[in-house]
């Protein structure tokens, strides 16, 4: 029995026990039943003990910080895994980030991409929505910058719109570029103080632009991100390459499954990849469906749409 004492129990077992559900979900042979402010655990010792030490992170994050986001909920219960430790060690987060989130990698494949960055100077990050490219990708290089071993981030994406087409909204340049980069903003919000990133953005410390932009310049001293490479020519992919400057970190991620290139122009990065996988220096990671870390059921529609490219391709 584990008495939730010095925090609200809806704040760690949700609204109509939505927390709790996937905590359930995520210690499967455990009976949890919730009464009040305690917490009745059933099942054998050792997943017993497992749970408590997990459930008492819980506790002192939402003690520490008066929230508990989803994203923070799942890295501390880790989903049941015992190979996790009961805490985080130093060398396992990334970056700590709002409200306490500790951005680390969450799987073997994001482990790899974390090692190769450490490794190598200029990494390919292949792999399907979800599985955490872009997210750790930028974790990367607000911990590099932190640390001082780069000057500033360079966060870039074709501005190439999904199917839609947002020319016609009002504004400057800047105004109707920004719908094309918000997921790059997003995640730097998770992990900088909104002040901080206020900051860094109007000191040019940190730059979010189109890749058309880096056209002409060359990049020192910094941690460079291409995000949605799939979206890019070869042509573009070879110029952004060749911004490389001295002491710098590229990044490029990329969905081959998603090209939303206008007039079935044919993607560069598959072929970039193919040209640069033996390239000494350069290091490719493949992510996959074992990596997604969305809602369960983006790992099910991916699943959904490959069978179905399976079943036309066999056809």
């Known amino acids: 029995m584990i008495t939730i004492a010095g925090v609200d129990p809806v704040e760690i077992l949700g609204a109509n026990d939505a927390n709790l559900r996937i905590i359930r979900s995520q210690f499967p042979k455990l009976s949890l039943v919730a009464r009040g402010d305690t917490l009745k655990v059933s099942g054998a010792p050792d997943d017993i003990a497992l749970f408590e030490a997990r459930f008492a992170e819980l506790v002192a994050h939402v003690a520490r910080y008066n929230e508990l986001p989803r994203k923070v909920l799942d890295d501390i219960m880790g ?12 060398e396992d987060v ?37 599985t955490g490219k872009t997210y750790t990708a930028v974790a990367l290089a607000v911990k590099a910058l ?51 990133l206020t900051e860094y953005l109007e000191e040019g410390v940190i730059q979010i632009a189109p890749l058309a932009f880096m056209r002409g310049r060359t990049l020192d001293n910094a941690f460079v991100i291409l995000d949605e490479a799939q979206n890019a020519t070869l042509p573009q992919i070879k110029m952004f390459l060749t911004r490389m400057g001295r002491n710098a970190k590229f990044v490029i991620t990329g969905d081959v499954t998603q090209v939303d290139l206008p007039g079935h122009q044919p993607s560069g990065l598959l072929p970039a990849v193919g040209m640069l996988r033996n390239v000494q220096g350069i290091t490719v990671i493949e992510l996959d469906m074992r990596d997604v870390i969305r809602h369960e059921l983006v790992t099910r529609v991916l699943g959904a749409f490959e069978e179905k490219e399976k079943r036309e391709s066999n056809q």
Not at 102 to 117: D, G, I, M
Request: charged share 30%; net charge positive.
């Open 79 to 90: 989903g049941g895994d015992p190979q996790r430790g009961p805490a985080d060690t130093e």
């Open 146 to 196: 932190k640390e001082r071993s780069v000057r500033r981030i360079i966060l870039t994406r074709p501005a190439v719109e999904a199917g839609e087409n947002l020319g016609f909204l009002p504004g400057d340049l800047r105004e109707k570029l920004d719908p094309y980069l918000q997921p790059l903003y997003d995640a730097l919000k998770d992990m900088l103080p909104a002040s901080r």
């Open 94 to 130: 990334l970056v700590y980030g709002n409200a306490g989130l500790r951005v680390k990698a969450r799987t073997p494949n994001q482990q790899r991409l974390v090692e190769a960055v450490r490794e190598s100077d200029m990494v390919f990050a292949i792999g399907p929505a979800g």
